[in-house]
């Protein structure tokens, strides 16, 4: 079983940043993709950014393109989202993913963290 933690979750107003992180208290060989998603409230959960730790491959959503920044320390087991320009429709409960690849992009990566708050104000 893979726990994961975020934190840096809060409120900001709208053109600032926000860092989260995800930490993982399970040896990485649990698995080899780490990612972001959101849920924002009546929709549906969405992948925001992906990282494969094997190959380096990123990926992000049209909406958090260029604006948003993943990245992740080995040593620590733990993936940061560099969140900046936060528009109002950035408000979500974050959640961070772990697994595979092929299971983190289809949206059911299998180990959850609790997840995070931001909030943003005009």
């Known amino acids: 079983q893979v726990e994961l933690v975020e934190s840096g979750g809060g409120p900001v107003q709208a053109g600032g940043s926000l860092r989260l992180s995800c930490a993982s208290t399970?040896?990485?060989?649990?698995?080899?993709?780490m990612g972001w998603f959101r849920q924002a409230p009546g929709k549906e959960r969405e992948l925001v950014a992906a990282?494969?730790?094997?190959?380096?491959?990123?990926r992000y959503s049209d909406s958090v393109k260029a604006r948003f920044i993943v990245s992740r320390d080995n040593a620590k087991k733990q993936a940061n989202l560099e969140m900046s320009k936060i528009e109002p429709g950035d408000v979500s409960v974050y959640y961070c993913g772990a697994r595979t690849w092929d299971l983190l992009i289809s949206g059911a990566p299998g180990y959850w963290g609790r997840g995070t708050q931001v909030g943003v104000s005009a």
């Open positions: 399970s040896p990485s060989s649990y698995f080899d993709a």
């Open positions: 990282n494969n730790w094997k190959s380096d491959l990123i």
